[in-house]
Every structure is written in C-alpha cells, then in structure tokens.
C-alpha cells in the first residue's frame, strides 16, 4: 500500500474541479523532457476516459525519442498553432499546471495561462512553487511528476482508470526522471507503483530502448565529438563543463532531443561531482546543471543563471554569450566549490 501524502481536502477539492469541468487543458514547460510529456499524457488519459475534452499544450515542440507515447501525436505546439492553443486554453473549464512551479517555465504561454478564466491546478515536484494556480500538489520529495499524477490519480479512487496506455506514460515519466531509477530511486512506495504499472501491460525493457537506445547516426557523432574536442575538466573543484555553440550543433544535423543525457556523461568521470553543460540555442544560452552526492547545483543555477530546479538536476539560462556564461560559471566555482562544499557540509 503507497504512503498517503496528500490533504484529502485537496483531493476533494481536485475531485471537485474534474466532476464540474468538460474542458480540460494540460500545460507543461519548455522544452518538455520524459517526465513532462509523461506526466501530462498519463493524466489526458485519465481525463478523456471520464469522457472530457481535453487538449495537452506544450509551448515548443519534443525529442522524438517520445513521440511514441500513445496519443503523443495529438500534443499541441503552441509554437506552431498559437492561436488555437491560446483558444483552447482561453476556453478551458481546468488548466492543469504539470512539471513546473512558476508560471515563467511556459515561456509566452504563462499570459495567457495567467489571464484564463479556468481553475488551475498545479502538481510538480520541483521546490518552491509560486501561487498562480488556485490548487497546488507541490512535494518535491516525489522522484518525478508522473509518480505524483499516479498517485492522485490512486487519491481519487480511480486506479482500474490506469489502463496499458497511460501506464507507458507515466512510466517512462518516472523511468526519465530518475535516469532508469539511479538517482532519487530509493522510495520503496516508488516499486510499488513500478509493479501495478507492470501489470497494466507495460514493457519496461521495451520501453527503455525506445528512449535510451534508439538515437540517430547524427546524435551518435555529435557526442563523440561532444565528449572529445568540448568537454574540459575542473580536478581541484572536481567539476566539468561541456559547451557546444549553434554552428557545431548545425554541423550534426541537430534536432530537439540530440543531447539530452550529455550533461550526465562527465559524471562517469570518478572524481566529477559537478557538471555544467553550456549549449548556444536560436533564443539564448541554455544551462543544464548536475551533480552527485551532497552538491546543490540548484545553488548554482539560482546564484548564477536565474535557474533552479533540484539538489541534483537542475538548469537556467543566460542572454549574453556562450563565452560570457562560461566565465560566469568558472567564477562561480571559485565561489561554490564542490571540494569546499564537501569538507565544510555548507548547505
């Protein structure tokens, strides 16, 4: 039996809004990763099977590697149909809020989130969540947003609803969140969900494979080239930094989902405790930040790139120059050592 977390008040309350609304909009943040696009597909259908019009609005578009997700097809590119995605939204009776904690994370669709008429709930697991939505499920103890929409899903009384193709949702959600359930995967009630979603039908072996080991040629290079001419190590800080610019990622033939998992790779390094990697986008300089053991890189991401996110996984960004938030980040390791953190314990 899963640990009860939430407030039955809130449940009620979320019971409320689902029995009362028709139309349903789900919003998750940029760039969705697993989690995101798991979460928020694995609540649509728990929605569409109660009979609701429900519309899932990402603000650009996702890595391919899960766009095999059932109903993935049918997600919609604010970026692409902004006027419908603004329309579905102004329309809706519920907006679920998914995977993010301040209204910022959707870009240009926050206006219009902000200004809709709907009940909004918010369920994430990142700390610290802003009050822009009237219900907020915020516990970032959680692995991952997916285990959280499973689990209110369970509050609800509805789990015979978790039908195969949901269960592959919110797997993978959970499955990405944790890096295949290596990191903030000691929660026993996280195993306990793994089995029922297991027999609702999901193959976890296929699964993997569809996300971590299906990637084009062009991907495969990229990293080889990524790990031996762009990444430089840091052995008094026990740091390393991976930069790659538009043109080098143009030269591979890059589409959205090329490098995702590259910020980890350093970390097999025995020493590494603390990776940046530093990627030049159309719209600015993305940062990705991780780290191991005890280190906050969200410390980081918040003193240095208008960022946040987790202990552990976390990211921001920054309008100057590639070159610019490399120095920017080389100063904040004077500052914030992981070697000095980890003689002092500071946190």
């Known amino acids: 039996m899963l640990t009860k977390i939430f407030d039955e008040k809130q449940v009620q309350k979320l019971e409320t809004y689902i029995n009362k609304g028709e139309t349903f909009v789900i919003v998750t943040h940029i760039s969705p990763d697993g989690d995101a696009i798991g979460s928020s597909l694995g609540l649509y259908h728990y929605l569409t099977s109660l009979g609701n019009t429900v519309n899932v609005v990402v603000p650009n578009d996702f890595p391919s590697f899960l766009k095999w997700m059932p109903e993935a097809g049918n997600i919609l590119m604010y970026d692409r149909h902004p006027d419908f995605a603004e329309r579905v939204i102004r329309e809706a009776d519920v907006i679920f809020c998914l995977d993010f904690n301040e209204s910022k994370r959707i870009g240009k669709l926050a ?150 998992g590259f910020v980890n790779l350093p970390l097999s390094i025995e020493w590494v405790q603390f990776v940046a990697f530093i990627r030049e986008n159309t719209d600015g300089i993305k940062i990705s930040l991780r780290s191991a053991g005890e280190f906050p890189c969200n410390r980081f991401a918040s003193a240095y790139f208008q960022g946040g996110g987790h202990r552990n996984a976390s990211g921001g960004e920054y309008s100057g120059t590639l070159d610019e938030a490399v120095r920017i980040f080389e100063e904040g390791l004077k500052r914030l050592n992981p070697c000095q953190y980890e003689k002092t314990g500071e946190n």
């Open 111 to 260: 206006s219009f989130v902000e200004a809709a008429d709907a009940r909004k709930v918010m369920i994430d697991h990142h700390p610290n969540p802003s009050d822009f939505c009237r219900l907020i499920f915020s516990y970032p103890d959680i692995s991952s947003t997916s285990e959280l929409v499973f689990r209110l899903i369970c509050a609800l009384k509805a789990a015979d609803a978790i039908h195969k193709e949901a269960a592959e949702c919110i797997y993978t959600g959970m499955m990405t969140d944790t890096g295949a359930f290596t990191f903030h995967s000691n929660d026993p009630d996280l195993y306990i969900i793994v089995r029922e979603l297991l027999r609702s039908g999901v193959d976890k072996d296929l699964i993997y494979r569809k996300v971590y080991q299906v990637y084009s040629e062009s991907r495969l290079r990229l990293m080889g080239y990524t790990l031996h001419e762009k990444m430089k190590t840091y052995p008094n800080e026990k740091a390393a930094l991976i930069t790659l610019t538009l043109n080098e990622l143009n030269r591979f033939g890059y589409v959205p989902g090329d490098t995702e």
